[in-house]
Structure formats: structure tokens, C-alpha cells
């Protein structure tokens, strides 16, 4: 088809050859624009450096759970037909697959202490896991890292705690460590452990996982352990 022209404008065969070559080095810069051009004024997002709190699963209660209460300490846990808990102490509850040799399977069970603000201990008893210089040196780990609660001993690779990002149980951040060769437990055995602080007590929540797929009786997996924290709830 013949260009056509117009009075006052220049047609195609009329234009120079500069002009011509103008022309397509504007084409040529604006076909190169980026799509996502980022709009003039607008700030670009980044990424926040601090970790992120990991928040444990609320799916609603599997059905025929059972939920343990403690109207002393204020909170409620749930847990599956399969599993008992029992008292350790006055500050301490414990939680395992019911067995019919304990002795036969698995070291797993998962426990919560209650710790009241400015506890002293009452003659013997104590609260399990907890000791006030051990938490003392968790509760001042950054997360990312690592310190044994045994340093200048043989054993203290079994006493070494890793600070991970927190978790959020009940709604609040819990402080979380993790130690994959705990203390006098089989090989493939790790602790998960939270300390979730409150108006009136610091709550330490762990357990001791398998994390070899054993499918032994008895046996925690980290799945079944953080559906059960999940269900964590503290009562007003």
C-alpha cells in the first residue's frame, strides 16, 4: 500500500535519513522497557533481615482427642486417644503412647512444666527440665545459636542447644531450641523445647522425638508432636 501524505506533515518517502534513524532508536529503547517497571514514588519492597515467628498449626481438634486441663497452671493441651498423661510432680505434666511394656518401646513423651515468676524450689522438688542457670543461658541464645549447657565436660555435645527462629503457641511467641543429641536418649532422638512466658509463669513446653521413622512402639514423630502443641491454649 502507498504511503500517503498529508499537507503540513512529512511522508514516509519525504522524511530524512536522520530522522528515520531517530526514530527507531526510540522504538528500540521503549520495546526494552521492562514489564514490571517499578512506578516513580513507589518504594521497593525488602526483605525484613530479622527471622519470623513459625506458627503452629490451628486446624480444628481431631475427633476423639482428649484435652488435659490444669485449672492451677491455666492451660489446656489435647492429645489422641492412644496417649495418657501423668503427673511429675507438683509443676510438670508428662504425655506418652500407652504401652503395654514400656520398657519395649520407644523413649518419646512430651512434657509441661509450669514455672511460677520468682520460684524457689520447696525442699526437693523441683520442676522438670527446668533449672534457673540452664534457662538462664537459653533464654540469652540469638537465634542461630548454639551453646551446651555442660561446656568444659565429656558429655557436653548431649547437653547442646540450638536457638531457632520463635514459634507461636496460644497466640504468643515462644523462644524455641532444639537438641539433636540429647542426653542419655537413643541415637536419631531429638528435644524440641519452648519456653512461653505469661502474666503469671514461664511455661516449658518440650518433647523427645523420633526422627528416624521407626515406626518402634512408642514412637513421637515431630508431626504428631507439633499437632499436639498446636493445641496448646492458655485459660484466662
Known amino acids: 500500500m502507498r504511503a500517503r501524505t ?5 511522508g514516509v518517502g519525504q ?3 536522520t530522522l528515520i534513524l531517530v526514530g527507531l532508536l526510540l522504538v528500540g529503547s521503549v520495546s526494552c522497557t521492562p514489564a514490571s517497571t517499578q512506578p516513580v514514588g513507589q518504594a521497593t519492597p525488602t526483605s525484613s533481615a530479622a527471622p519470623s515467628a513459625t506458627a ?6 481431631p475427633s476423639g482427642w482428649e484435652t488435659h486441663t490444669s485449672q492451677r497452671f491455666a492451660y489446656t493441651i489435647s492429645y489422641p486417644l492412644d496417649m495418657e498423661g501423668t503427673d511429675n510432680g507438683g509443676y510438670s505434666w508428662t504425655l506418652g503412647i ?10 518419646n513423651f512430651i512434657y509441661v512444666s ?4 520468682g520460684f524457689q524450689s520447696e525442699g526437693d522438688e523441683g520442676i522438670y527440665n527446668y533449672d534457673p542457670a540452664e534457662a ?11 551453646k551446651s549447657l555442660r561446656e568444659g565436660l565429656d558429655t557436653a555435645q548431649w547437653f547442646t542447644y540450638t536457638r531457632q527462629p520463635d514459634t507461636i503457641i496460644s497466640g504468643q511467641a515462644a523462644k524455641t531450641y532444639e537438641n539433636i543429641q540429647p542426653w542419655e ?8 523445647r519452648y519456653y512461653l512466658q505469661a502474666d503469671e509463669y514461664t511455661y516449658l513446653i518440650g518433647g523427645y522425638l523420633d526422627t528416624t521413622d521407626s515406626n518402634q512402639p512408642g514412637a513421637i514423630t515431630e508431626e504428631l508432636f507439633d499437632q499436639i502443641i498446636a493445641t496448646f491454649r492458655l485459660n484466662p
Open 6 to 10: 498529508h499537507q503540513g506533515f512529512l
Open 15 to 17: 522524511l530524512s535519513p
Open 56 to 61: 503452629t498449626s490451628e486446624a480444628p481438634l
Open 98 to 107: 500407652k504401652l503395654t511394656n514400656p520398657d519395649e518401646g520407644a523413649r
Open 114 to 117: 509450669a514455672i511460677p515468676k
Open 136 to 146: 538462664e543461658i537459653l533464654l540469652n541464645l540469638r537465634v542461630g545459636e548454639s
Open 185 to 192: 536418649f537413643p541415637e536419631g532422638t531429638k528435644e524440641i
